[in-house]
């Protein structure tokens, strides 16, 4: 079974360009989850997606992000225009349902604003 | 806001001693999830703990899910250096999974 993958694995961008990230879930999982983890700090939560609708999304932290799950299946997540605080490395997760089971995470995308 | 406090932030041992970090919560928690993310890499599922009083064992690992609910603790016996990266714990505040802040682990040999 293929796990949580995430395009690109790194990418670099000037400041107020615009990158799109990319998940794909676990086939079958409902839910899927956006995080950053900057510096090697906390893994800060972005989002949650229980199929294509938006859960939660009480931690974008401005409307630079957009987060898009059409179809219940992938998601993507813009940054336009990207600011230099906005590097780090944005996880996904994936889990079969939402409360007391088990999230998957995926390598994550390593996000350099310059 | 942060849902649970998770201390220590770093913790450095000689390889061969044990090691412990705790996560405190004001409120009770429905349950509680370790992960553990090596550097590098990505969060990896240890654990989930639900029953107050519930304590969990892998191997040299003990998971602990405090009486009230409120805190838990991840123990490390006789640590290795394959042991090193950071430990989170996680719990749900609604349908989302939110993490604690982690604490790192170095170990020297």
């Known amino acids: 079974e293929a796990g949580v993958t995430q395009f690109p694995s790194h990418s670099v961008i000037e400041k107020g360009q615009t990158v799109t990230l990319r998940c794909d879930p676990i086939?079958?999982?409902?839910?899927l989850y956006w995080y950053r983890r900057v510096m090697g700090k906390e893994i800060k939560f972005l989002l949650h997606?229980?199929?294509?609708?938006?859960?939660?999304e009480s931690g974008m932290p401005n409307n630079r992000f957009l987060a898009e799950r059409t179809g219940g299946t992938y998601s993507t997540l813009k940054v336009q225009p990207a600011e230099l605080e906005d590097s780090g490395v944005y996880f996904c997760a994936s889990s079969q349902s939402g409360f007391g089971t088990e999230a998957f995470f995926g390598q994550g995308t390593r996000l350099t604003v310059v | 806001g942060q849902q649970v406090m998770q201390i220590p932030q770093y913790q450095h041992v000689q390889e061969g001693e044990d090691f412990t970090t705790y996560c405190n919560s004001s409120t009770t928690l429905s349950n509680i999830q370790w992960y553990k993310q090596r550097p590098g890499g990505h969060p990896v599922f240890l654990i989930q703990l639900v029953k107050s009083g519930e304590v969990k064992k892998q191997k040299r690992l003990t998971f602990q899910f405090g009486e009230a609910k409120k805190n838990s603790s991840l123990h490390i016996t006789a640590t290795q250096t394959t042991d090193v990266g950071t430990y989170f714990c996680a719990s749900q505040r609604g349908t989302a999974l939110i993490f604690g802040k982690g604490t790192t682990l170095s170990v020297s040999s």
């Open positions: 086939s079958g999982h409902d839910n």
């Open positions: 997606f229980v199929k294509e609708s938006k859960q939660d």
